[in-house]
């Protein structure tokens, strides 16, 4: 008895930590948005660790304007890997509940600027290729290894966040009326 009453109280705390757009839910929770998350998550990886390697050149005179060109276009491809990934996870949202769109749209959206920041990046590499250390150059090279880490942690949180909820809903339905 008494541990029903403890986890009736926890369920209702953490439902009540919510905001209140989660609370209304008219659809249930898409099974494959967790799934194209899942599969974005490599992608990301590689991201991460060529954007990390990216922003390391620039710390130093180091490598020519050859060796940026090719990190900067491995992660081009990534980055378009996941710009079709985020294409997958917009054609859920429709069918997606509403907290899940709301994540669709938050990472979708810094999806969107890692792709802008590394265009930007590209570009200014293509107009200076005997100093790619000059600014705003290495300014770029940071902004996408936060771009991607943030998106990484958002991706991570949003998968976290799906599988509580579904484990709180499970046992909120063994709870007696």
Do not use: C
Not at 27 to 55: G, M
């Amino acid at each position: 008895m008494n541990s029903r009453i403890v986890l009736f109280g926890v369920l209702w705390l953490a439902s009540a930590a919510l905001p209140a757009g989660l609370h209304a839910q008219a659809a249930t929770d898409n099974p494959n948005v967790a799934a194209q998350l899942d599969a974005a998550k490599p992608i990301i990886a590689k991201i991460k660790k060529d954007a990390a390697e990216l922003q390391s050149f620039s710390s130093s005179s180091g490598p020519s304007w050859t060796s940026h060109a090719a990190v900067l276009t491995r992660i081009k491809d990534d980055v378009n890997k996941l710009q079709e990934n985020m294409r997958g996870l917009q054609s859920h949202r429709t069918v997606a509940s509403a907290w899940q769109q709301d994540a669709i749209d938050r990472v979708t959206s810094l999806a969107n600027d890692l792709a802008k920041n590394m265009n930007s990046a590209m570009d200014h590499l293509n107009k200076n290729k005997t100093r790619p250390t000059t600014s705003p150059y290495p300014e770029y090279l940071k902004a996408n290894t936060q771009i991607v880490n943030a998106l990484a942690e958002e991706i991570d949180g949003i998968i976290d966040y799906g599988e509580n909820k579904a484990k709180m809903d499970a046992l909120e339905k063994k709870l007696p009326e």
